[in-house]
């Protein structure tokens, strides 16, 4: 069975949510992974901050005109009374359970359950929708299967043993329907798996069922070869590699989200990238295969904190990196970039919750230097299949362009430069002009 996942703006109107249907309906049994409708999850975000910061009235503002927006999404959705009247409960059983945080203390869980109810409004509209056209459809509820540990991982062997009697007691429906993002943690609590989390929840169905094929529905073409939100002219990639696709997604690529191709390298599930708005377009296919030869595409990660240190003892002291990796792996915070020299490491990371109690204990070892708002510019392909002199090319693109760290060699299929955030649009310009774009 194949899985299917649709991304907010995909189901972001009643008139999106029309042409998914249309595109699902063939008779195939399919699992259909569902987001939000689009700025929902944001609306939800801020919904919380304002709770977090007591600021009630504001928090209820929002909540209203959430509300009014999915009245109006309902009217235009249904047209039978029977589905409106649906509609209207689900709609008001989610905004009881936002309301019922504005009073009290407001927590993590509570943070969680708000955010929950983007996915869990959508894929009820949608199956109501599906029933109202008289399509076979079953809601499989993703808080049933979908697990994660105490580190907050995915739980793949326990949500593949969970998912099978949740599928069997649906029946032989047509098609499944859940939620994407939304998870359950070690402790029993509703979570979730991060921003962009719809896209792992389908890589991960996809292994646990053993699909034969993970596609990702958007709104845009497929992979491109740049940010399309920052440079212009960027191109449609058509086949990618499992770990070339893993590296851009991690390194930023937006469109998705940073772990969605390890479960599916795992199982070798090809994952398939395709336009929602434009079904017809070919696609980027991303499997155990690379087409060789090209450099791919560039990312950028924002948010980057590096920690630059320099060994309080002389020349050649041993034990030096192995004492300031120790205090990162203590505080589980992972690396991402490395650079070394004779007496100091800079290192790059994105999670900055304990960047305190980490800087209290790598002080120890020597002089610290921290700099925020830095990002991290990935060049993603088989460098080292191409010409030589490519890092001569890259490093003449990037001319003038103050770069703070560089990483190459580390693999054959990345180079990075971390970059100061302000000068993130001209270096992917830059790239795409005078290396993905240039014939010379
Ligand atoms: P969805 O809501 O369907 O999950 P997202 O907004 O998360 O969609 O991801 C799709 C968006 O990712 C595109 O509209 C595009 O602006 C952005 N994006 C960033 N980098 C890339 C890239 N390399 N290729 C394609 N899209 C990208
Ligand atoms: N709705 C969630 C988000 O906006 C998850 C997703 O869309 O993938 O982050
Ligand atoms: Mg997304």
């Known amino acids: 069975m194949k899985v299917l996942k649709f991304g907010g703006t995909s189901v972001g109107s009643p008139e999106n949510m029309r042409a998914v249907m249309e595109l ?118 993703a808080l049933d299967f979908m697990l994660i540990d105490e580190d907050k991982s995915a739980d793949l062997p326990q949500i593949r043993k969970k998912i099978q009697p949740v599928i069997e007691a649906a029946g032989d429906a047509t098609y499944f329907i859940t939620q994407g993002f939304i998870c359950v943690n070690a402790n029993g609590d509703i979570d979730n798996l991060q921003r962009g989390g719809s896209d792992y929840t389908a890589s991960l169905i996809g292994a646990a069922i053993d699909s034969e094929e993970i596609q990702i529905w958007t709104d845009i073409d497929g992979f491109h070869n740049n940010d399309p939100r920052f440079v212009e002219n960027t191109r449609k990639i058509d086949q990618l590699s499992f770990t070339e696709a893993a590296e851009l997604a991690y390194f930023g690529a937006k469109i998705l989200h940073p772990q969605t191709v390890l479960p599916a390298r795992v199982q070798n599930i090809p994952v398939r990238l395709k336009n929602t708005m434009n079904p017809s377009d070919s696609r980027t296919l991303i499997t155990e295969e690379s087409d060789g030869t090209e450099i791919k595409a560039v990312a950028a990660k924002d948010c980057i904190d590096t920690t630059k240190t320099r060994s309080g003892r002389m020349l050649m002291a041993y034990g030096f990196l192995k004492n300031v990796f120790g205090v990162f792996e203590k505080y589980k915070t992972p690396i991402d970039m490395i650079t070394t020299s004779e007496v100091a490491i800079s290192l790059t990371i994105d999670n900055t919750k304990y960047l305190k109690e980490i800087l209290e204990e790598i002080e120890v070892f020597g002089n610290v230097q921290v700099d925020s708002e830095m990002t991290i510019v990935c060049i993603v392909g088989d460098i080292i299949s191409e010409e030589k002199g490519f890092a001569s090319k890259v490093f003449n693109a990037l001319d003038g362009i103050p770069i703070r760290m560089i990483s190459y060699g580390g693999s054959r299929f990345n180079i990075s430069v971390l970059v100061p955030t302000t000068h993130k649009k001209v270096t992917l310009q830059a790239i795409s002009d005078k290396v993905l774009n240039s014939n010379s």
């Open 24 to 141: 699902i309906a063939d008779g195939e049994q399919k699992l259909v992974v569902l987001s939000a409708m689009s700025g929902t999850t944001n609306a939800l975000v801020e919904i919380s901050n304002y709770l977090h910061k007591k600021n009630k009235d504001t928090a209820c503002v929002h909540i209203g005109s959430l509300e009014a927006k999915y009245k109006k999404v309902i009217n235009d959705l249904f047209t039978s009374d029977e589905s409106k009247k649906k509609g209207v409960q689900i709609i008001k059983s989610s905004f009881e359970t936002i309301r019922s945080f504005t009073s009290g203390i407001f927590n993590e869980v509570g943070e969680n359950t708000i955010l929950a109810q983007g996915e869990l409004i959508s894929t009820q509209l949608f199956t109501e929708f599906m029933h109202e056209n008289g399509h076979d459809a079953k809601l499989l509820p």
